[in-house]
Structure formats: C-alpha cells, structure tokens
C-alpha cells in the first residue's frame, strides 16, 4: 500500500546510546517532516526536508540530526539518547507548498531510560 | 509561543448529537487550515482542510468553520458517531510547513 513507512515501531534505548529513525514514502512526495507527540504539547516539527537536498530546523531541533538520503527516504538521528527524548515520533510527507495535507507513517515509540 | 491552541483538552457527546472542536491561532499571515483525526497507536490521518478565502468547507458529516477576524476555527461533526472518538489536532500553515495544535480528545458516547 502506497504511504509513509516508518521503522522500527518501538525502541527501548539507554542514555547515551545513538540510534537512527528511518523513514520513506512511495508517493513521490516532495517535502518530508519529523514530528515528536508528548502528552499536552500536541505536534511539534523537529526537522523538515521542503525538497530533496534540503533540510531546515522546526521548533524542537536539538539533540536531532536529519538527512535527506534521496527523495524517498528522509532519517532522524539521535546521536546521544536522553531521557527528554523520550517520546512518539512521526515522519509525514506531502507534495509541497502548504495547501496539501500530510500522509503520516504510523509512528515510532521511542523510550530513553 | 503557542501559535495553534486548543483550549479543550477533551470532550465528550453524546451519540447523535454534534461535537463541536474548536482551535484559535495567534499568528494573521497563515492562510491554510486542516484537520486530523488520531486513533490510538496510529499516525494522524487528514479528516478536512479550509483556505483562508473561504469561511466555511464541508465535507459529509464534517464541516469547518473559520473566522479570520477572531483568528478562530471550529470543526463540526454532525451526527457524531462512537467511531468519531479519536484525538482531533488542527494545524495552520506557515512557509513550507504546518504548526499543531495540542490536541483535543473526543468521547462519543453510544
């Protein structure tokens, strides 16, 4: 099925450790986003990829490195793990501008402990 | 700054009557405005969208209301229905990107 996939589903990491979040649409999507879902605090960007060979910095960037690998394939990187790091994240993709909707993946629990 | 806000965190309707989900933002230059819908262990998924040229989009069941003068957004489902019960986010448009709200728990109660 035609959408955004996101891998793994679940990770359990201890402080300190590196561990990368992958993520690729099969839509020929331009843009491609990393969002973090914490209890009160809804949707907040952490990076985001307008087009391919791109990538900006949203409202929660630190402690994150992205890259765009190709147009497909946009990953999130935590290069040292902290408990504060401890939520959902999900990568969206769309064709651009912003009168189009997002196509979210189902989301990665991470838990830092 | 919060520029999206929901001020309710939840909410709960009874089967058959209409749930109405509001969200204010703070910032005049957004010009495009959606809805998502949540369930459980899920991504979200895009329920209905308004552009700031319109005041009002329907779409079945739902329908958007905006108000550009008071900066405020409502999504009306009417009847509502105990498969409705979801988290709703709206989100407004900046450059190349959309901000989110925190979020407002619906409760259909059959």
């Known amino acids: 099925n035609a959408g955004v996939t996101q891998t793994p589903k679940f990770q359990v990491l201890k402080t300190g450790q590196s561990m990368t979040l992958q993520c690729a649409q099969d839509?020929?999507?331009?843009?491609m986003y990393w969002y973090r879902q914490d209890p009160g605090m809804g949707l907040r960007l952490i990076y985001y990829?307008?087009?391919?060979?791109?990538?900006d910095k949203g409202e929660v960037p630190n402690g994150y490195n992205v890259s765009r690998l190709n147009k497909r394939e946009f990953s999130l990187r935590l290069e040292s793990a902290a408990p504060s790091q401890t939520s959902v994240y999900f990568c969206?993709?769309?064709?651009?501008?912003?009168?189009?909707?997002?196509?979210f993946g189902s989301g990665t629990r991470l838990t830092v402990v | 700054d919060q520029q999206v806000k929901q001020n309710s965190p939840s909410l709960s309707v009874q089967e058959g009557r209409i749930s109405i989900l509001n969200c204010d933002y703070t910032?005049?230059?957004?010009?495009?405005f959606l809805w998502y819908k949540k369930y459980p262990a899920e991504g979200p998924t895009f329920l209905i969208s308004?552009?700031?040229?319109?005041d009002k989009n329907e779409d079945g069941r739902f329908t958007v209301f905006l108000n550009k003068s008071a900066k405020h957004l409502s999504l009306h489902i009417v009847p509502s229905q105990p498969g409705d019960s979801a988290v709703y986010f709206c989100?407004?448009?900046?450059?190349?990107?959309?901000?989110f709200g925190t979020g407002t728990r619906l409760k259909v109660l059959a």
């Open positions: 969206a993709s769309s064709p651009g501008g912003t009168d189009h909707g997002y196509t």
């Open positions: 839509m020929n999507h331009n843009s």
């Open positions: 990829s307008a087009s391919e060979g791109t990538t």
């Open positions: 910032n005049s230059m957004f010009d495009y």
């Open positions: 308004i552009s700031s040229i319109k």
């Open positions: 989100a407004a448009s900046g450059t190349y990107k959309y901000i």
